[in-house]
């Protein structure tokens, strides 16, 4: 999935192009971008299996429309701005092959935007219930594939989610089945101010809001109601950043009650404090 990634976009393609594994199928689905996102597809256009340019609804919606394409038995995608380290397909396909695993992932490196190392995201082991409790996911998803199995009974990606969707596939994949994780370093995970994880607070907040209300609220998993106070608590969080002062105090106050914790006091005596100043 890419739209006005230009800058990283050929880094992308070519890690994956890269790869010392075959067959290898590669699909693009671009959502209209207005940079220099179109050459650099085009420029590796006599090596991709299909792309397209046109709007669509977000990452998740385009990640449908190019998941929905795709012809293998395994499967995955790599967001515009991160790359694939070599080597990586082979070792996670073979560890797939090796077990009964829907879903394998291992660890990335947290790059900037000018490639330089900031640190490691090492892979934690899947638990759902505490993946729920904390609404935290352990699944470093740069570099993971998942069998078709899993998409055709956990997908497609909701497109409502903006932050969470992926959180939301994986819960559902191991609802399914064994979902593994390995220790080899299989990515780079940029991080910039235009990237998921490096800005966009306040739609990071609605989204903690919406996987709080419609998905948790509805889910039937055991620690659905700490994990809304997690979710809530992340939102707050959010909101405090983007200047939402009130929506910050509601959301923290949510959080509180459903699962008290230093740090959401904390943060709502931050909120409080900073909206009763002149």
């Known amino acids: 999935p890419s739209y006005n990634q230009g800058r990283f976009l050929d880094e992308a393609l070519r890690s994956v192009l890269e790869q010392e594994y075959e067959p290898l199928e590669v699909l693009v689905v671009d959502g209209g971008s207005t940079d220099e996102s179109v050459d650099v597809i085009r ?3 006599d090596r991709l299996a299909w792309w397209t340019s046109e709007a669509d609804r977000g990452q998740a919606d385009a990640l449908n429309k190019g998941l929905g394409r795709a012809g293998g038995e395994i499967l995955g995608w790599l967001a515009s701005d991160d790359a694939l380290l070599p080597g990586a ?28 190392d900031i640190h490691a995201l090492a892979p934690r082991p ?18 993971s594939l998942f069998r078709r199995r899993a998409w055709e009974e956990a997908g497609p990606l909701n497109v409502e989610g903006h932050y969470l969707f992926d959180f939301e596939f994986a819960l559902a994949v191991g609802r399914l089945g064994t979902v593994a994780r390995i220790p080899d370093r299989l990515s780079l995970y940029r991080v910039h101010p235009e990237s998921k994880s490096g800005g966009g607070s306040l739609l990071k907040a609605r989204d903690y809001v919406r996987f709080a209300d419609e998905y948790l609220a509805r889910s039937g998993l055991d620690g659905a109601d700490a994990g809304r106070g997690s979710a809530y608590l992340a939102a707050g969080d959010y909101f405090y950043d983007a200047g939402h002062l009130g929506d910050a105090r509601r959301y923290l106050t949510r959080s ?18 900073r909206s009763v100043v002149p």
Do not use: K
Request: glycine share 6%; net charge positive.
């Open 43 to 45: 420029r590796h256009a």
């Open 89 to 116: 397909v082979a070792r996670v396909v073979a560890e797939l092959e090796r077990t009964d695993a829907l879903l394998v992932y291992g660890e990335a490196l947290f790059v900037d935007e000018e490639g330089r």
């Open 126 to 143: 899947f638990d759902v219930d505490a993946m729920v409790r904390a609404c935290a996911n352990h699944v470093v998803q740069p570099g």
């Open 256 to 273: 509180l009650r459903l699962r008290p914790t230093r740090r959401g006091a904390a943060l709502l005596a931050r909120a409080v404090a």
